[in-house]
């Protein structure tokens, strides 16, 4: 059993779930769970995504048995894969650029990324040419997926897809196969979007002559309310996001659980350990789960009522201290009391600040480029790094744009749409303890209000 995410953004709930059928699975059966890290595309990595991996996992209580392995120290295990492959004719040196492919396949009228239709023309294998599996043109490859059933694809359908970079960059299927293999991995438990990589996978393991193949596990998506992919945009995804807004990691384990599988009767807590005992992967459905935040939150809530007082006083305490002590010394520089200590951190807690209706029409009369300066500062706040420095270049970059040259007055409206308030700690390192995301959906519902209010 292995969880295998890749450190290019945050910690996806989706993540989460397949972690913990996983993890529930290798409890039960007395297997190991291994963490590997699937960093082969170093162009999209960051390190601090790789911490959030381990703090997610740590957070929901999710301990590994086996590594973190990194896919990036691996590098000569997958070029000794491509050798047995080119040596033993099942892949070839390719010299089509990514541009001649896609035209191609829009000639053709292949699916977007398809990068079938290479050939092997006898090139050599050398720098600046990419290797490629040779698909076999007949044939059908079938496995037996416990949550779906038998898959059964014809190979004819399968492009001879890319094992290597031309940069020499191991792709993903290659070192997924060939570190399953050699990580011993029994059961391959993970998202339903890997299902057209299945059968890739099988060829490229049998090629390879790894012998019996694991099992194959596809977990059902996750879908919004509306019955879409949850997606980064539109929806509330990462992990990290749901314990800054305060639900207990074992609720958030318990729900996730839920997501796929249900225990037997109508509950809706299960315990981690009835989790273990009671979790049977065959289970697993395979329609669609819906991640519904509000069943979320009943389930919270139900944990939060069944502590003891003292247990939830220590634990809103460490909740309030972690997300507070970033920005102590900012505050201890101005308040005069501890009432005001407070007053000046409460927008890093409420779910929405809680705007002054006094100071919003001051603000907002005062300020005749309010919006503009709004919409400047969230466009900038879109890319630039999240760090208190760049933050400010970017508002004070925004007041320009707007109109607004002063950095007082460009401050002043972003200031009073994220925190509520027309005072407060320096807003620059307050906007980066706060959060990007938290930051731009309060800038989105400030501009709402001031559309209301015209
Ligand atoms: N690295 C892949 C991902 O993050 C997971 C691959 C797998 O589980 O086989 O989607």
């Known amino acids: 059993m292995r969880i295998a995410p890749s450190p290019t953004g945050y910690f996806h709930v989706g993540t989460g779930r397949t972690a913990l059928f996983n993890w529930l699975f290798a409890r039960q059966q007395g297997g190991t769970f291994v963490l590997r890290i699937e960093d082969t595309d170093l162009a999209r990595n960051r390190p601090e995504h790789i911490d959030g991996i381990l703090r997610a996992l740590r ?10 392995h990194f896919q990036s120290q691996r590098g000569p295990l997958y070029r000794e894969a491509v050798g047995k492959l080119l040596a033993g004719g099942a892949a070839y040196a390719c010299d089509c650029t990514p541009e001649a492919v896609a035209g191609r396949a829009r000639r053709r009228g292949g ?10 023309r006898g090139l050599e294998p050398a720098a600046g040419r990419m290797i490629r599996f040779r698909t076999p043109g007949s044939g059908q490859t079938r496995f037996d997926d416990v949550v779906r059933g038998t898959v059964t694809v014809d190979n004819a359908s399968i492009e001879d897809f890319g094992l290597r970079k031309s940069n020499g960059d191991p792709l993903f299927i290659l070192a997924n196969v060939v570190d399953d293999a050699d990580m011993a991995i029994s059961h391959v438990i993970r998202g339903e979007d890997h299902v057209p990589n299945t059968p890739k996978y099988l060829l490229l393991w049998d090629a390879l002559g790894y012998g019996d193949a694991p099992v194959f596990a596809h977990l059902p998506l996750l879908l919004n309310d509306a019955r879409k ?31 796929g599988w249900s225990p037997s009767g109508d509950r809706e807590i ?21 991640f519904d935040e509000r069943k979320l939150q009943a389930v919270n809530a139900e944990y939060l009522r069944a502590m003891p007082t003292a247990d939830l006083v220590e634990r809103a305490q460490a909740w309030l201290q972690a997300r507070w002590e970033p920005i102590a010394p900012l505050v201890q520089e101005r308040a005069r009391t501890l009432a005001e200590v407070y007053a000046m951190s409460d927008f890093l807690f409420l779910p929405s600040p809680a705007i002054d209706p006094a100071e919003w029409e001051r603000g907002v009369r005062r300020n005749p480029a309010f919006a503009a300066i709004l919409q400047a500062a969230a466009a900038r706040f879109q890319t630039i790094e999240w760090e ?35 005072v407060g700690p320096p807003l620059w390192e307050s906007l980066a303890t706060l ?17 209301q209010d015209k």
Request: charged share 35%; net charge negative; glycine share 10%.
């Open 388 to 422: 208190p420095h760049a933050i400010e270049e970017a508002v004070v970059g925004a007041g320009e744009e707007a109109g607004e040259p002063k950095k007082s007055k460009a401050q002043a409206p972003v200031r009073l749409a994220v925190t509520g308030r027309s």
């Open 270 to 290: 299960v315990g981690i350990e009835e989790m273990v005992a009671e979790f049977r992967l065959e289970d697993v459905k395979r329609a669609g789960a819906i």
């Open 229 to 259: 992919k949850l997606s980064k945009r539109r929806d509330k995804v990462a992990v990290e996001d749901y314990r800054d807004e305060g639900y207990l990691p074992e609720a958030m384990r318990n729900y996730l659980g839920l997501l």
């Open 59 to 68: 957070w929901l209580g999710l301990d590994w048995d086996e590594g973190p």
């Open 435 to 451: 959060g990007r995301d938290r930051t731009l959906a309060r800038l989105a519902e400030a501009a709402r209000r001031f559309e």
């Open 111 to 120: 699916p977007p990324g398809y990068d079938g239709y290479c050939r092997d």
